[in-house]
T-cell receptor, first 114, second 111 residues
Framework: DAGVIQSPRHEVTEMGQEVTLRCKPI?????LFWYRQTMMRGLELLIY????????DSGMPEDRFSAKMPNASFSTLKIQPSEPRDSAVYFC????????????FGNGTRLTVT | QQQVKQSPQSLIVQKGGISIINCAYE??????FPWYQQFPGKGPALLIA?????SEKKEGRFTISFNKSAKQFSLHIMDSQPGDSATYFC??????????FGTGTRLTIIP
């Protein structure tokens, strides 16, 4: 079990650029979550998928954010255009049976938008 | 009603002491209460969890105490060690719904 794999670990970009964050969940986990962590707001759920289908995207801050899960082993979170206030650590997590089951987090992508 | 209030924000405990972190909730539909531990540069990891049909759950030096009537639950770390220094998050969820996290407690264990 390799765990949840996220890439890149760090991303520095200029305001206005497109940013794509990537996630490979644990094999056999049917649920995938994208979280954002900041000092001010803590851990925020952005969106989650069940069997590759988006279930709840109410946490996505605005239309600049989009997430896809084209298959069971890959998901992306895209920000276009990026803004300095998007600077945060973005975590992907997967779970076997649902949001109420143990979440397995990746090590995150630290995004800095200048 | 979806909030989980966590305190304290930070905590310093001497090695060998007891660390206590508290959480409170309002939503009576919550029925799963996990605690996550996060080390710097890492994602949170599940530490221990409890359901409201029991008042206490113990795993090694870690214990969750649950008070359903007061809508409160707490994490106790016995014989705290420097390796326990981390940020701890409580969380809660109704069955099959998304997790609501507390704001986190930064725990530092000093020699």
């Amino acid at each position: 079990d390799a765990g949840v794999i996220q890439s890149p670990r760090h991303e520095v970009t200029e305001m206005g650029q497109e940013v794509t964050l990537r996630c490979k969940p644990i094999s056999g986990h049917d649920y995938l979550f994208w979280y954002r962590q900041t000092m001010m707001r803590g851990l925020e759920l952005l969106i989650y998928f069940n069997n590759n289908v988006p279930i709840d995207d109410s946490g996505m801050p605005e239309d600049r954010f989009s997430a896809k899960m084209p298959n069971a082993s890959f998901s992306t979170l895209k920000i276009q255009p990026s803004e300095p206030r998007d600077s945060a650590v973005y975590f992907c997590a997967s779970a076997r049976t649902g949001p109420g089951s143990p979440l397995h987090f990746g090590n995150g992508t630290r995004l800095t938008v200048t | 009603q979806q909030q989980v209030k966590q305190s304290p924000q930070s905590l310093i405990v001497q090695k060998g002491g007891i660390s206590i972190i508290n959480c409170a909730y309002e939503n009576t539909a919550f029925d799963y209460f996990p605690w996550y531990q996060q080390f710097p540069g890492k994602g949170p990891a599940l530490l221990i969890a409890i359901r409201p049909d029991v008042s206490e759950k113990k795993e090694g030096r870690f214990t969750i105490s649950f008070n359903k009537s007061a809508k409160q639950f707490s994490l106790h770390i016995m014989d705290s060690q420097p390796g326990d220094s981390a940020t701890y998050f409580c969380a809660a969820t109704p069955l099959f719904e998304k997790l609501t996290f507390g704001t986190g407690t930064r725990l530092t264990i000093i020699p």
